[in-house]
């Protein structure tokens, strides 16, 4: 169990057991809740506990000011498995990574990408589990949500997971649809709340090594 998280103990034992007993190691989770809630905590202590499962990680943290660029995170994403991978893919798929990676100069084909990354996660799926952790999917660029999810519905024998943090939905479309995404079936959402006053109390004692009166500490849990 990931150790530092005070709170959310349950969440994680989900996650862990998930990681541990997924029979084909594939699972979709979101952390869903309101900002500074502490998704962004969660999903680190989550992607911590499948490295210490072998897992192979790949992490992206878009921002909202990075929606209007191309591709932004799935260079975050997939940048260290282009020099191991890149090599295996035909030319036409190869051209296009290295385009949409930076790499070469052009427009980047977007079927001949979908599918260069495809051959990608396969490649390196091949070897072990492959976990995909996208922290603040609502800021997900719209042209790494249609290459990943081309890719990931298409991952249906490979070893996949993909574990996401994201604010509540609003009224806009949804950057990824998970549940067509991984074995067509809902993710499992975990709806975060805000922590609970006892919890409160350790967590102030964790991090500034005192404690506060109860008063006081109901104060500062409102």
């Known amino acids: 169990m990931a150790t530092g998280v005070l709170g959310r103990e349950q969440e994680l034992a989900t996650v862990e057991r998930l990681l541990d007993e997924r029979q084909a190691r594939r699972l979709a989770v979101i952390i869903e809740g309101d900002a500074g809630i502490g998704k962004t905590t969660l999903w680190e202590a989550a992607l ?3 490295r210490e499962r072998s897992w192979r990680v790949l992490a992206a943290r878009p921002a909202e000011a990075e929606l209007r660029f191309s591709y932004v995170a799935l260079r975050d994403l997939l940048g260290p498995l282009v020099d191991e991978a890149i090599e295996e893919l035909p030319g036409p798929q190869r051209r296009a990574v290295e385009i949409a990676f930076l790499r070469a100069e052009g ?4 079927p001949a990408l979908s599918a260069g990354v495809l051959g990608m996660l396969r490649a390196v799926a091949a070897s072990g589990p492959v976990l995909v952790g996208i922290d603040d999917l609502q800021w997900l660029d719209a042209d790494s949500a249609r290459v990943l ?6 991952m249906t024998a490979e070893p996949v997971g993909v574990v996401a943090a994201s ?3 609003g009224p806009g479309p949804v950057p990824l649809r998970l549940e067509r995404a991984v074995d067509g079936r809902p993710p499992l959402t975990m709806v975060l709340g805000p922590m609970a006053v006892g919890e409160l109390h350790q967590l102030v004692h964790a991090r500034f090594g005192r404690w506060l009166p109860r008063p006081v500490l ?3 849990h409102a």
Not at 107 to 110: F, G
Not at 149 to 154: K, Q, V
Request: proline share 11%; glycine share 0%.
């Open 48 to 50: 911590d506990l499948a």
């Open 107 to 110: 427009h980047a084909d977007a």
């Open 149 to 154: 999810d081309f890719a990931l519905r298409r």
């Open 167 to 169: 604010r509540p939905p």
């Open 218 to 220: 109901r104060r500062v």
